[in-house]
């Protein structure tokens, strides 16, 4: 199983109700969408029950993008299925 972006859009819409922006995309970095940091670690948790992972701290804490939220998402769990 994978993340997409627009599963992350998805996330953040259903967070920001009628306060979403609609043209979010991989290079719309989380701190300029509005976002509270208890909203974005939510998106995080998330992200992770569904995938069934556990991101390492500090390769979140370079999270800068929805991408690169989706490319770490995805890479983890890649590595966890391998392991």
Do not use: C, P
């Not at 989380?30 to 701290?57: C, K, M």
Request: charge should be negative; proline fraction near 0%; charged fraction near 20%.
């Amino acid at each position: 199983m994978s993340v997409t972006v627009q599963d992350v859009v998805d996330l953040i819409n259903a967070k920001l109700g009628s306060h979403a922006d609609h043209g979010l995309d991989a290079n719309s970095s989380l701190r300029d969408i509005g976002l509270s940091s208890l909203q974005t670690a939510d998106i995080v948790f998330t992200i992770e029950d569904r995938l069934g992972i556990e991101f390492d701290a500090g390769r979140a804490a370079d999270i800068v993008t929805i991408g690169d939220l989706v490319e770490l998402a995805n890479s983890t769990a890649l590595t966890e299925t391998q392991s």
